[in-house]
C-alpha cells in the first residue's frame, strides 16, 4: 500500500498569504495525485487531478506540483473562503490513499 | 448538472447489514468509475472501494473486505454498497463518488452508525 503523509497538520494564516501544503508517498505515484477541499458539514471537492491540472472552476491561485514522492498544493493570497481542510490521495494503485488532511485556520 | 444522491443509511446493531444506494444523472454513468468514500466522526477521508465503469472489476480496503460488496446498474444509473457483518469502527458517512484515479465529484453523503 502507498502511505501519504501530509504536512503540516494545521496551519494558521491571515488573507493574502501563501500557504504550502506538502504531501510524501511512501512509494512513486506517477502523476496519479490529486488534492481536495473540504469545509465543514460539505463533502470534498477537487480542486487538482494529475498532479498539477486545475479542475474546472477553481481559481487559479490553487496549483499543485511535484513528482516521484513528493506533491505540493500552493494556494495564493489566500481568501477568506480557502479556509477549509486539505487532503492529498493518490491514484497509481490500489488501495486509493488519503494524506491526513491539513486544516488551514484564521491566524 | 452532475447529481449524486447517496441514500440507505442508518442506525443499525454490530453484526447487523445494510445496504446504501447512488442514484447518477447528469453525466453519462456508464463512463465512468465509481466508488465509495467514508468519513468516520472527526476523522479523515478512507477510500473503501471502487467499481470500474463496466461493473467487471471491483476493489476494497483491507477494512472491509469480505463484508462489503459493491455493485452497479448502469441501466438504471445506480451504484451500491452491500454491507454485512458491520462493526463500530463502520460507523461513518459513506460517500458516493465518480471518478476512477482521482474522485471529481462527490455525492453529500449518507450517515450509517453502529451501535447497540
Known sequence: DIQMTQSPSSVSASVGDTVIITCRASQATGSWFAWYQQKPEKAPKVLIYLTSSLQSGVPSRFSGSGSGTEFTLTISSLQPEDFATYYCQQGNSFPRTFGQGTKVEVK | ?116
Open chain 2, 1 to 116: 448538472e452532475v447529481q449524486l444522491l447517496d441514500s440507505g443509511g442508518g442506525l443499525v446493531q454490530p453484526g447487523g447489514s445494510l445496504r446504501l444506494s447512488c442514484s447518477a444523472s447528469g453525466f453519462t454513468f456508464s463512463d465512468y468509475g465509481m466508488n465509495w468514500v467514508r468519513q468516520a466522526p472527526g476523522k479523515g477521508l478512507e477510500w473503501v472501494s471502487t467499481i470500474t465503469l463496466d461493473g467487471r472489476n471491483t476493489y476494497y480496503a483491507d477494512s472491509v473486505k469480505g463484508r462489503f460488496t459493491i455493485s452497479r446498474d448502469n441501466s438504471e444509473n445506480t451504484m451500491y454498497l452491500e454491507m454485512n457483518s458491520l462493526r463500530a469502527e463502520d460507523t461513518a458517512v459513506y460517500h458516493c463518488v465518480k471518478g476512477y484515479t482521482s474522485f471529481d465529484f462527490w455525492g453529500q453523503g449518507t450517515m450509517v452508525t453502529v451501535s447497540s
